[in-house]
């Protein structure tokens, strides 16, 4: 059998998790650049608040309407530092399955790389066979071939 045969289907599982590994790193990329845009939406949203002028006088309107913009740009902070937490959540999440998808690829690999060694210690067992063989026979035809060429001798002089 075959070297390409014999790891015809571990080859398949690895085109597929390789398929996987991509993906689920382009979720990660995905993932990671959003919360890069949702840590500056956040810092944004924080330095809006910490700029916001204080209330220098008025009447009560303008003070109520002061509060409301205050308080929405303190639930806009709490907004998008929810949305941020969100988004290190997921982009966790993408790492992590990444990571796993990354090794289950190694995984793969190696088993592939442990059968070619494997292929090549069996041929390299072969091999070794083979001029043993050789050798036994070598050894033999010249242990042989001096008996055999004072055989025909020894037959003359008792003759």
Same mark, same amino acid.
């Given at each position: ?18 398929? +996987?590994?991509?993906?689920? +790193?382009?979720?990660?990329? @995905?993932?990671? %650049?959003?919360? *890069?845009? *949702? #840590? #500056? ?5 924080? %330095?809006?608040? &910490? ?10 309107? &303008?003070?109520?309407? @002061?509060?409301? +913009? ?5 639930? &806009?902070? %709490?907004?998008? &530092? /929810? ?11 993408? *790492? ?7 090794? %289950?690829?190694?995984?793969? #690999?190696?088993?592939? /790389?442990?059968?070619?060694? /494997?292929?090549r210690a069996e041929r390299a067992r072969l091999g070794a066979r083979d001029l043993d063989e050789l050798a036994g026979q070598a050894w033999v035809r010249a242990r042989v071939a001096p008996e055999t060429a004072t055989a025909p001798d020894t037959e003359e002089q008792s003759a």
């Amino acid at each position: 059998m075959s070297a390409g045969s014999a790891d015809r289907g571990l080859k398949a599982v690895r085109r597929v998790r390789e398929a +996987r590994e991509r993906d689920s +790193r382009v979720g990660l990329q @995905h993932a990671l %650049a959003t919360t *890069r845009r *949702r #840590e #500056e939406d956040a810092a944004r949203s924080r %330095a809006r608040l &910490e700029t916001a002028p204080a209330f220098a006088g008025g009447s009560a309107d &303008e003070y109520r309407l @002061h509060a409301l +913009r205050g308080a929405g740009l303190a639930g &806009e902070v %709490a907004r998008t &530092e /929810e949305l941020l937490r969100s988004s290190r959540a997921v982009a966790d999440e993408a *790492r992590r399955r990444w990571a796993g998808d990354r090794q %289950a690829v190694r995984v793969v #690999e190696l088993l592939l /790389e442990r059968r070619a060694a /494997e292929r090549r210690a069996e041929r390299a067992r072969l091999g070794a066979r083979d001029l043993d063989e050789l050798a036994g026979q070598a050894w033999v035809r010249a242990r042989v071939a001096p008996e055999t060429a004072t055989a025909p001798d020894t037959e003359e002089q008792s003759a």
